[in-house]
């Protein structure tokens, strides 16, 4: 977002942008805005928290919008992924992956989860075979 598409200042107070807070070793908690860079503060009691924030927040924009070169990001929204989606698949394979989960005792989400979250071994296969010709070809040139 260049400058000339800027929002106004209040319409950036006005965002939500999410924060973390961690406890310090040294008491007190800190307070980072992972969107706004360099935007951390500092709060000594748990109560202390919203009004912290909300100042770290506020100067930040006030003086990254006062640099009229400086891009002001958009907050983040790590909940923009819920988790679900619909996936259309063939009847066949459907049933296939049914009769799998029914096999291994869990439920049919459960076993999807399982294969997407392993490495594709076909994929894996190919490209251990790939470089096994590769060997082959270049031991059979020298």
Not at 41 to 56: C, L, M, R, S, V
Not at 74 to 95: A, D, I
């Amino acid at each position: 977002m260049t400058s000339a598409t800027r929002m106004s200042l209040e319409e950036y107070l006005r965002l939500q942008y999410p924060f973390t807070v961690s406890a310090n070793l040294d008491g007190g908690f800190v307070i980072v805005f992972p969107d706004l860079p360099g935007c951390v503060t500092q709060a000594e009691g748990w109560e202390e928290i919203g009004e912290y924030d909300d100042d770290a927040r506020r100067l930040w924009l006030e003086s990254a919008y006062a640099q009229e070169e400086l891009d002001i990001p958009l907050p983040s929204y790590p909940e923009e992924h819920s988790g679900k989606f619909n996936v259309r698949l063939p009847k066949s394979l459907h049933r296939r992956l049914v009769e799998a989960a029914e096999r291994e005792g869990v439920s049919l989400n459960s076993h999807i989860v399982e294969l997407l979250s392993r490495r594709d071994p076909q994929a894996e296969i190919q490209r251990r075979l790939g470089a096994i010709e590769g060997l082959l070809v270049h031991s059979q040139i020298t």
